[in-house]
T-cell receptor, first 113, second 114 residues
Framework: AQSVTQLGSHVSVSEGALVLLRCNYS??????LFWYVQYPNQGLQLLLK??????LVKGINGFEAEFKKSETSFHLTKPSAHMSDAAEYFC???????????FGAGTRLFVKA | DVKVTQSSRYLVKRTGEKVFLECVQD?????MFWYRQDPGLGLRLIYF???????EKGDIPEGYSVSREKKERFSLILESASTNQTSMYLC?????????????FGPGTRLLVL
C-alpha cells in the first residue's frame, strides 16, 4: 500500500522568501516520488521526480526536493519565491510502474508582493 | 511538444443525462488515465487503459465507464449523471518504457451536474 500526506492545504510566502512545501509518504517498497504543479485553469505538469540515485533532485523553475528515506519525506523547496510560483502543488508516490500513482491532496501556494 | 487535449473545458448537464468526456493525445502513448480532482482530496484515479480496448478500474470506478477504440483517444462516460459527479476531470497519458511513470495531463473538464 502507498499513501501521501501533504502538510498544509495553503501556504503563503512573501516574494523573495523561501518556499517549503512538505510531503510525507508511505510505501511498502522503494517508491518513485513526484511533485506536479497546477497553474490556474490548467492541467498538472511535472516539476521534478525521484526514481533512484541522487537524493537531491532539481526540477524546473528553480525548485528542488530531497528524498529522505529515514524520514519518509520528499519536501519541495525554492530559495526565493516569485509571483509566478503561485499555483497548486501536488506530491505523488508510485510503486506500481506508473499505473496507480497516488496523489496528495495538494498545497496551494500564495505569493505576496 | 507533448499534447493532451480534452473536448470541453466546461460542461453543464442535468441529473440522469448520459455524459461523454473525450481525451486525445498526440504522443503515441500506450497508457491513458482518467482522474477526478476535488478540493482537499487531490486526484483520484477512475480508470486507466494500457492498450487499445483494454481498461482497468482505478480507485473510484463506480458510476463511470470508459472506452478506448483508438490508441490516441480515451473516453469517459457517465451513464446517468448525478450531482455527486460534479467535479474537475483530468485526463493523462504516459509512455511504456523509460519514464513511463511520468504522466502528461490535459487542461481538465469542469463538469457541473444540476
Amino acid at each position: 500500500a502507498q499513501s501521501v500526506t501533504q502538510l498544509g492545504s495553503h501556504v503563503s510566502v512573501s516574494e523573495g522568501a523561501l518556499v517549503l512545501l512538505r510531503c510525507n509518504y508511505s510505501s511498502s517498497v522503494p517508491p518513485y516520488l513526484f511533485w506536479y504543479v497546477q497553474y490556474p485553469n490548467q492541467g498538472l505538469q511535472l516539476l521534478l521526480k525521484y526514481t533512484t540515485g541522487a537524493t537531491l533532485v532539481k526540477g524546473i523553475n528553480g525548485f528542488e526536493a530531497e528524498f529522505k528515506k529515514s524520514e519518509t519525506s520528499f519536501h519541495l523547496t525554492k530559495p526565493s519565491a516569485h509571483m509566478s510560483d503561485a499555483a497548486e502543488y501536488f506530491c505523488a508516490v508510485d510503486n506500481t510502474g506508473g499505473f496507480k500513482t497516488i496523489f496528495g491532496a495538494g498545497t496551494r501556494l500564495f505569493v505576496k508582493a | 511538444d507533448v499534447k493532451v487535449t480534452q473536448s470541453s473545458r466546461y460542461l453543464v448537464k442535468r441529473t440522469g443525462e448520459k455524459v461523454f468526456l473525450e481525451c486525445v493525445q498526440d504522443m503515441d502513448h500506450e497508457n491513458m488515465f482518467w482522474y477526478r480532482q476535488d478540493p482537499g482530496l487531490g486526484l483520484r484515479l477512475i480508470y486507466f487503459s494500457y492498450d487499445v480496448k483494454m481498461k482497468e478500474k482505478g480507485d473510484i470506478p463506480e458510476g463511470y465507464s470508459v472506452s478506448r477504440e483508438k490508441k490516441e483517444r480515451f473516453s469517459l462516460i457517465l451513464e446517468s449523471a448525478s450531482t455527486n459527479q460534479t467535479s474537475m476531470y483530468l485526463c493523462a497519458s504516459s509512455n511504456w518504457g523509460q519514464d513511463q511513470e511520468t504522466q502528461y495531463f490535459g487542461p481538465g473538464t469542469r463538469l457541473l451536474v444540476l
